[in-house]
């Protein structure tokens, strides 16, 4: 204890105090506003509704449902890509970095417009060819696939940079030879020798995309869908504490949700006896 009173300086400490004001007074804030009941006193009615509300389960699900697609094409996409991008072609990487960073200067409402032509884009002639049918599969409601690949999009600068760290912290290219020359095939070099030394940029890449999709509001409801931060928005208009209530619930979840991801990534595979 001493050693770490020792190593917090002044200038640091006020920073963190800032840091812990800025964060846990509004969430404080909220928590209160939701417990505190006038004439009532403190009343957690407004948690315990939560789950039995129409659309909560729902909604959550779907929203998760869209993360865990959203995170496996984004990695199945960009990894290949950035791994064979750093062994083939380095000089293109300021391309493929601009390329990427795109989303962060396009406003979503834009993208949505465009997406949102595209989708209703359709003379009467393919109403009965496979292109056709694709763009009214892909707009299912019970799993719209329009939204995962729309959330594949705004998720390429997050994931772009948290692999690019995760890369220029490894020698790729000893990695791969050193697997190659013991006989591994291209895919057995990438899976087992530089994704388990990627394992920190995956889990940011994985985490990055999850909060996104959990809070991404403005595509989804423009499209006319509800996933999870669309419920929420619809529901603050009626219950407004029960809106700020499952606000504060929901970010716990995805702090729980983080926190189960780097446990189950943080444990490495037994090995088993010869």
Known sequence: MARLTHRIRPGRGTVLVAAALYFLVPLASSVIFTVDVPGQGINFDAYTRIFSTDGFLSSLGLSLELAAATI?????????????????????RPVVEVVCSLPLVVPPIAFVVGVSTVLKWG?????????FQTLVAIQNPTFPFVLVMAYVVMALPFVYRALDAGLRAVDVRTLVEAARSCGASW????????????????????????????????????????????????????QAQMSVAVSVLSLLMTWLLLLVLATAAGRRPSRTAP
């Open 187 to 238: 895919p057995v070099a990438l899976v087992r020798a530089v994704l388990p030394n990627m394992r920190g940029a995956l889990l940011n890449a994985s985490f990055l995309t999850l909060a996104l999709v959990l809070g991404e509001f403005t595509v989804a409801q423009l499209l006319g869908y509800r996933p999870f931060a669309v419920w929420i928005v619809n529901i603050s208009g009626a």
């Open 72 to 92: 496996v094409i984004d990695l199945l996409l960009m990894v290949p890509a950035m791994v064979a991008l750093r062994l083939g072609a380095p000089r293109l």
């Open 123 to 131: 003379p009467e002639y393919l109403s009965r060819t496979p292109f």
